[in-house]
């Protein structure tokens, strides 16, 4: 049993790069925490750490299947999903199943246990806007037959049901549209942007550009985004998003490459690359609803996100064995 006040949550996705840094964070306040991941993206390396604390258990299971969890639960963070194109284009109908059967499993544990549940839903919900910056009023603009629909249709998907277990179930629903986020334990090879361009100035390989680098990003350190999604998560039961919740700083595609370049002091070299099919032309959140439902506002300079992040990729990419894919 946990100490008293702490609550039994489970973490859906938990081994990847923000569930595992959101597992660390409940354990180390006194939470027992169940992370259940297939491993699709995440790595057990993540929460090894954590594998031997009393307050920890990891369940290797699909969340395209029922969840079998033994024991109460009280919160259900659900983050199981890969969240980078390369990986979620690779088998996209696995993702749309993810997203969709991963939503009504992790829902029906919350239904059966009375647990409280967040989503981890995104900013892609918007596509490529036409309101800028997006709130979240804004209904979208998606492309519900291209390569990254299985993903964006996946996770617009995952709302409705989130919003139709709250109306027709009465569960307690909370729904995150988290913007691009960034940090240590982003995969070496996990094809997005920060943590593509910082291996590739690591190892003096060229920086892929995609299409003329002045499409826009606003970045969001991973420590900000746990402050957010904790508060979303226990506030209270009238609020339940969607909240976007994002760094409103947008900065373009060619900035960051020269924040790399000039923190890393590489000598790579740009390399100009085609935009992919349907990618965003600019992404900015507003958080005025973020930061009055629950006093949240990110903290952290892109500098200072950006230093942590190359220090942990620094020690990861010490000989250059691979090279960061798209
Ligand atoms: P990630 O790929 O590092 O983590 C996803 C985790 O889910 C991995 O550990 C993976 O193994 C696991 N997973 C995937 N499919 C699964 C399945 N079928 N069953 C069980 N586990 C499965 O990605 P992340 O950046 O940590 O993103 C976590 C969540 O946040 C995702 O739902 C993502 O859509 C959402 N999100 C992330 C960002 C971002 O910028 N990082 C932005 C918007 C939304
Ligand atoms: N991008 C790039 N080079 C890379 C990886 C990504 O220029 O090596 C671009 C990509 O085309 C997009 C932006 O950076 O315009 C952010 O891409 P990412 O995959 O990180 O996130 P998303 O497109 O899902 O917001």
Redo the contacts with the bound molecule.
């Keep these: 049993m946990p100490p008293s006040g702490s609550l039994n949550i489970v973490v859906t996705g938990g081994a990847g790069f923000i569930g595992s840094h959101l597992c660390d964070r409940l354990v180390h306040k006194g939470h027992a925490v169940t992370c259940v991941d297939n491993l699709y993206t995440g790595r057990f390396d993540n929460v090894r750490p954590l594998s031997n604390h009393r307050n920890f258990r990891f369940v290797k299971a699909d969340v395209r299947e029922p969840l079998a969890i033994e024991g109460p639960v009280d919160r259900i963070y659900n983050l199981a999903c890969p969240a980078?194109?390369p990986h979620y284009q690779r088998d996209p109908i696995g993702t749309v199943k993810t997203c969709v059967l991963g939503a009504i499993h992790a829902l029906e544990l919350a239904r059966t246990t009375g647990a409280r549940i967040l989503q981890a839903s995104t900013s892609?919900v918007y596509g490529d806007p036409d309101i800028h910056p997006q709130p979240e009023s804004y209904r979208g603009a998606v492309n519900p037959v291209g390569p990254r629909a299985c993903y964006d249709e996946g996770k617009r998907c995952a709302e409705a049901l989130f919003f139709d277990y709250r109306r027709v179930h009465g569960v307690s629903v909370k729904v995150a549209r988290i913007f691009?986020t960034y940090g240590p334990r982003m995969l070496e090879n996990d094809?997005?942007?920060?943590s593509?361009?910082v291996v590739q100035a690591l190892r003096n390989q060229p920086i892929?550009?995609?299409?003329d680098?002045s499409?826009t990003?606003s970045f969001c350190y991973v420590e900000d985004l746990l402050d957010g999604l904790e508060l979303l998560m226990e506030s209270d039961d009238t609020v339940t998003g969607p909240l976007n919740l994002g760094n409103p700083r947008e900065v373009t595609?060619k900035e960051i490459a020269d924040m790399v370049l000039a923190q890393t002091g590489s000598r790579s070299r740009l390399a100009y690359h085609p935009?992919?099919q349907d990618?965003?032309r600019r992404?900015k959140p507003e958080i005025t609803a973020a930061a009055s439902a629950l006093g949240w506002q990110p903290r952290i300079a892109l500098e200072d996100g950006l230093r942590s992040t190359i220090d942990y990729f620094a020690l990861k990419v010490a000989t250059p064995t691979a090279t960061a894919k798209?």
């Design positions: 980078s194109p892609e691009n094809g997005r942007v920060i593509n361009f892929t550009l995609y299409g680098g499409q990003r595609v935009l992919p990618d965003p992404r798209h």
